[in-house]
């Protein structure tokens, strides 16, 4: 690719639960910019071992510091935490990774994907770059809500019972988390940390790289982000690549049950492989293998079963079978826990949950599921009929009958963004006004078996912005640089020069 005057890049490897965003863009200054970029440490939420040695000389972290609220300077300041892959050789232009989540940690992505991104063309002549959204991984403040003792509590708690004191026990549960958050975190700064500011922040951080245009690459929640940072600098954008698009418009409850019946389409996949095997614990009839999974998980509603000096409840096992639910490569690791707790251990789900929630070893958490909750809160639309709690909760249990536990009542209890601190809006929000004229032309990726993000929003998205259209089968959440060289081909090309787009492909 070539940059003349102002002229007019993904890679990444899917990690736990997060996908991958990416910018990149011509160069208009020295390729270090402004940033005072060191060896990447503790402080900067990566572990040397983490970044792969062949590589390592070209890993380093850096701070960058953006306004609390760019519509009042006085409202304090906020530090992100950055990393940069170096390109190998000059640099012409800059790769921007978001990981996603909300809430996963671009510093950690990169640092751990290193090596797969340094394998892709555009690295030879492209900075990768990737930061930590506000609040979240080593950007400060962090959301931190809730202590690990309240965490591990909170994993014990039977969160499934619809009677009306059930609901009436969640409600008070989920109102006691906000309030939490909101004394040891902060009003002001929740309020403040949804998509509109994560955009402005993307784009002081394409100032202090000193980049005059960038390309953007987003996975999951990433093409959220992307889709606005579009929306409002469409002049800085040269290519957008948009994988497991999530439509920031849409219904909430629709939202909620259309990826819980991808859930449910990635068990019954998961269902038809494991009947395959010997030894599977769902049997060897997959129109069975709903009832059969219940038969396992629902006796610990009743009877937690003991691991070590915790027990497994009956979320920690739904918990784990979601988290595996997003790659096809967990499946194995699923069937064998699944067989565990047919034989009596638990660990095995113990220990999936556990990733999932961010618990090491030593019993302490990570804070992303908190920076998920606060970010969520601040981004998505509000219930305001009572009755759709309700709604939410039978047409989940019709969507996704393997995490129906059977205490449906017709009633279910209000989310607990109700009870959060409502978001500030940040001037010049354009949430829901689609793509603007003056983006270029983007390539949507969407994958027909994804449970997270499903197909048809994908490909909905991609006809109203006339985009082309990746489709890939398959049954994981999102694809891109993930292996498959139909697909990454196909996007490495475009993303080297957006006039070379694939058109409509299927891989």
Excluded at 99 to 125: E, I, K, T
Excluded at 316 to 328: G, K, S, V
């Amino acid at each position: 690719m070539t940059c003349t005057g102002t002229a007019n890049l993904r890679a990444a490897v899917i990690a736990a639960l997060v996908a991958i965003a990416v910018l990149s863009g011509c160069r208009a200054m020295p390729s270090d910019g402004a940033f005072d970029w060191h060896s990447c440490g503790p402080g900067d939420g990566v572990a040397p071992a983490a970044i792969p040695a062949s590589v390592a000389h070209r890993v380093t972290c850096g701070r960058l510091t953006v306004e609390l609220d760019p519509d009042d300077p006085d409202a304090g300041m906020v530090t992100l935490a950055v990393a940069r892959l170096a390109a190998a050789g000059s640099s012409s232009g800059t790769l921007v990774i978001n990981p996603g989540g909300p809430g996963g940690s671009g510093v950690r992505a990169l640092s751990g994907s290193a090596a797969v991104l340094a394998s892709q063309p555009f690295s030879v002549d492209h900075d990768v770059v990737s930061f930590d959204p506000r609040g979240v991984g080593a950007s400060r403040p962090a959301v931190v809500c809730r202590t690990d003792a309240e965490r591990d509590a909170e994993r014990a708690m039977d969160l499934g019972l619809r009677s009306a004191a059930g609901i009436a026990g969640i409600e008070s549960h989920r109102r006691t988390v906000a309030d939490r958050c909101r004394e040891r975190v902060g009003a002001d700064f929740l309020a403040r940390v949804g998509t509109a500011y994560a955009v402005s922040d993307l784009e002081q951080l394409r100032r202090q790289l000193e980049v005059d245009e960038i390309s953007y690459l987003g996975y999951s929640y990433g093409t959220r982000l992307g889709i606005e940072y579009a929306q409002r600098h469409p002049e800085r954008v040269r290519a957008l690549v948009l994988d497991g698009v999530v439509e920031p418009d849409e219904d909430p409850v629709d939202a909620v049950v259309e990826q819980m019946a991808g859930f449910q389409g990635a068990f019954d996949a998961f269902a038809r492989d494991c009947a395959t095997r010997s030894e599977c614990p769902l049997g060897d009839r997959p129109d069975r293998a709903v009832g059969e999974y219940r038969e396992l998980v629902t006796p610990l509603i009743a009877d937690p079963l003991p691991v070590g000096d915790r027990a497994l409840s009956v979320g920690d096992a739904e918990t784990a079978t979601i988290d595996a639910l997003y790659q096809r490569s967990r499946w194995a690791e699923l069937r064998a826990a699944l067989a565990a707790l047919a034989g009596g251990d638990g660990s095995g789900l113990m220990r999936m949950a556990d990733a999932y929630e961010g618990r090491d070893a030593d019993g302490g958490y990570d804070h992303r599921q908190d920076a998920f909750l606060a970010i969520s809160c601040a981004d998505d639309r509000r219930i305001d009929d009572p009755e759709r709690w309700d709604e939410l909760d039978r047409r989940t249990r019709a969507a996704a009958p393997f995490g129906d536990d059977g205490r449906g009542t017709g009633q279910g209890p209000t989310g607990l963004c109700d009870y959060w601190t409502p978001a500030d809006p940040l001037s010049g929000d354009v949430v829901g006004a689609g793509l603007l004229s003056a983006a270029p032309t983007p390539l949507v990726v969407a994958t027909t078996g994804d449970p997270a993000t499903p197909y048809e929003t994908g490909a909905d998205f991609a006809r109203e912005a006339g985009a082309d259209l990746i489709t890939v089968s398959g049954h994981d959440h999102t694809a891109v640089f993930a292996g498959d060289r139909c697909v990454d081909d196909a996007v490495a090309t475009y993303l080297g020069d957006p006039t070379e787009s694939p058109g409509d492909l299927r891989c």
